[in-house]
Structures are given as structure tokens and as C-alpha cells.
């Protein structure tokens, strides 16, 4: 059996960046809303969209009844020339998470690779090699500084995106995943209904997956998007993600193989939801959080 702490994050109300863009969600709302929705723990989201001063965040937090259960960092790694050039921000970040008793980071990456990830082509084993590193720096002083664990999130038109280089960074540095299913399903599945790619990736690599990211993809819009060569930044215009109950991945596909691996850990609803009006956000997040329960994925 399987054992899920289930928890939501501000990109579900269209929040991907500390502005609150593209949605403008204020963050007053999105805790009121996360909170009423029926969620009891959330990831902070882009670093900066909630307060960053610890006290104010704790009454925010304590207000509506709230935990924070991980962090969120992306950095464009192939710009670094090492980890200390980030390393300030990975310190503010792991020591406001500390304090607030969260012990993981998830960590993904915003290099240009292009409209289609054809930048990567270029990548020579030396880069490959000194991005890695990168990621490992992190992860090693994020564990030994603050017992933080830095999972790594896969996505979309970035560095690591395909099961091959899924594999090699975690070999390479030693970290743990952070299991984005819609994100896995579009870069390695089929589109077409009840394709195994997330089940059978979760069953392969059990020992490598530490959190959970549970995100759904509209196969029509996946299938257009294949057919016509569309980039995945039209993808995701044209709503590619969508709500739990809605898309392509069987999500009790997905329950029955957590239970056979006995997965025991955190997953977050995160629908990537860029256009939706904060009443859209709030009802889709109530509708996959019942779905979740109707089909017995958490309790």
C-alpha cells in the first residue's frame, strides 16, 4: 500500500513567476483559496510570490491553517559558471524552509534549449558534465548545511526532460526525484488513453523517486501539437494540462502501481493553469483534490 500527504502549490493558480504572473493571483488569495479548497500544506512556489520575511510568512501561514511541505528553486544552470553563483539564493531559500520545518527543495531548470530543446544537440560531455555538477553542489551543501533535500524536478523543454537524461543527472548527482507526471507523460509518453508511460516509469525506477507532482495532459491537445510540430510553449497555450479527472493519464493506473512500490511520501497537485481566473483555479482545485479521494489515491 501507498501513503500520500497530499499538498497544492501557487501554479495551479496560474502563479509562475514572484510577480504572481501570468495570472496576477494575489497571494492573499491564493491561501484563502488553498486553504477552503480543503488543502492543508503547500509548496511556496516561485521564490518571492509569498512573503520572504519569515515572520510575516509564519502569521500568513498559521492564519489559514497551512504548512509548507517544500520549496521551490529554478535556475537557469548552464549560465552559472559553479554553484556559488547561486549559492546566496540557495541559502536564503533552505534557511526560510528550515525554519518553517520543510525538508525538501525542488529544484528545475530554465536554460535556453530552444523552441524544440535543439540547444541540447549542442552539449558536449564537458557541459554535460559541468551542469551536473551544478546541480549536485546544490544538492550536497543544501543536505549539509540545513538537512534539506534538493529533489529534482524534470520539465518540459529543459535540460532534463526524456528518460534518458532523467537517469543520467540523477546517477551523476546523486539526488532523489521529483516525479512530475503531466510533465513525464509530454515528454515520454504516447497521447493515447491510459498510456503507461507514468505507471511504468514509477514502477522501474522506485528507489529513485522521492516526491510526487501529480499533473494530468489532455491527449487531443497532445496529439494536435505532434501532428502539426507545434512547440510545447503552444502546448501549454493551448491548455495541453488540465484537470486530474480529464486526460490521458490513468490516475488509477498510477494509484495501483505507488501501492506496489509502497510509495510513502508527498505529492502535489499542480496544474499548470497560466489563463484561469482565480474561480477557475479554486474549482478545479477542489475537483481534483474529490477526484483524488474517489479513487482512493489519498484518503
Not at 501507498?2 to 496576477?24: E, F, K, L, M, Q
Not at 528550515?98 to 540547444?119: C, I, R, W
Not at 512530475?180 to 511504468?200: F, I, L, R, W
Request: net charge negative; with cysteine.
Amino acid at each position: 500500500m501507498h501513503h500520500i500527504s497530499i499538498a497544492t502549490a501557487p501554479c495551479s493558480w496560474g502563479v509562475w513567476y514572484a510577480d504572481g504572473t501570468p495570472s496576477g493571483t494575489p497571494y492573499s488569495l491564493f491561501l484563502d483559496q488553498a486553504a477552503q479548497a480543503g488543502y492543508q500544506a503547500l509548496e511556496l512556489g516561485p521564490d518571492g510570490y509569498l512573503p520572504t520575511d519569515l515572520e510575516k510568512l509564519r502569521k500568513e501561514l498559521s492564519a489559514h491553517g497551512l504548512k509548507v511541505c517544500a520549496g521551490t528553486a529554478c535556475y537557469a544552470f548552464d549560465q552559472a559558471a559553479s554553484f556559488s553563483d547561486f549559492r546566496p539564493r540557495v541559502q536564503a531559500l533552505c534557511e526560510r524552509l528550515h525554519a518553517l520545518g520543510a525538508q525538501y527543495l525542488v529544484t528545475m531548470d530554465e536554460s535556453d534549449v530552444g523552441l524544440y530543446s535543439e540547444k541540447k544537440q549542442s552539449f558536449s560531455a564537458s557541459d554535460w558534465a559541468a551542469f551536473f555538477a551544478k546541480v549536485r553542489d546544490m544538492g550536497r551543501y543544501a543536505k549539509n548545511e540545513f538537512g534539506i533535500q534538493v529533489v529534482y524536478h524534470p520539465h518540459v523543454k529543459t535540460m532534463i526532460e526524456y528518460e534518458s537524461e532523467i537517469i543520467r543527472l540523477l546517477d551523476a548527482t546523486g539526488l532523489s526525484l521529483c516525479f512530475d507526471t503531466g510533465h513525464h507523460a509530454y515528454a515520454n509518453g504516447n497521447g493515447e488513453p491510459g498510456d503507461p508511460s507514468v505507471p511504468d516509469f514509477i514502477r522501474k525506477y522506485a528507489e529513485k523517486i522521492a516526491y510526487l507532482h501529480f499533473k494530468q495532459m489532455d491527449g487531443a491537445v497532445y496529439r494536435k501539437v505532434q501532428k502539426e510540430h507545434l512547440s510545447s510553449d503552444t502546448a501549454f497555450d493551448m491548455d495541453v494540462m488540465c484537470d486530474l479527472p480529464d486526460g490521458m493519464i490513468d490516475f488509477t493506473a498510477v494509484r495501483d502501481a505507488l501501492d506496489d512500490i509502497g510509495f510513502n511520501g508527498i505529492a502535489v497537485v499542480e496544474s499548470d493553469m497560466p489563463r484561469a481566473t482565480a474561480a477557475q483555479a479554486f474549482f478545479s482545485a477542489k475537483r481534483n483534490l474529490r477526484y483524488l479521494q474517489d479513487i482512493q489515491l489519498i484518503g
